[in-house]
């Protein structure tokens, strides 16, 4: 048995999971849209370029992506992806870059439990925690 987490995006999946690869060293290891269906396959209505499915290889877990009618889209609103990184410095490069034209709800910074902490949703609007642990 396998958990996926299977993201929903307006018409951007493409570009998030590019996005999400460069930023997060991933790996994109799926990337089918609607134009590479058969031609006997009739596809959804909308744009061509749209992804259909989408998966992505990062931090040891692979992040299912799809792209929906931008008029059905809604921002993920009680779930966040979280990212635990090896280091203080990984920890503010992927916290820089997601926070990039997103909106921060809890800056970058060291708390009680952890030496960095941050969440926020990004410009694609998925909700993320970013954690640098204490070291055990």
């Known amino acids: 048995m396998k958990l996926y987490t299977h ?62 009618p931008p008029e059905h889209f ?17 920890a503010e490069r992927a916290y820089a870059a997601l926070a990039e034209g997103g909106q921060v709800s809890m800056p970058l910074g060291e708390t009680f439990f952890a030496p960095r902490f941050a969440q926020l949703r990004d410009r694609f609007g998925t909700l993320w925690t970013i954690l640098y642990p204490r070291p055990a």
């Open 74 to 90: 809604q921002p993920v609103r009680s779930s966040y992806l979280y990212l635990s990184l090896d280091s203080i410095e990984l």
């Open 7 to 68: 993201l929903n995006f307006g018409g951007n999946c493409e570009e998030a999971f590019r996005f999400y690869e460069e930023h997060l060293d991933g790996r994109i290891t799926a990337m089918i849209r609607v134009r590479d269906l058969p031609a006997h396959i009739p596809g959804p209505p909308g744009s061509r370029d749209a992804v259909i499915h989408a998966r992505l290889s990062v931090a040891g877990v692979e992040l299912i992506g799809n792209d929906v």
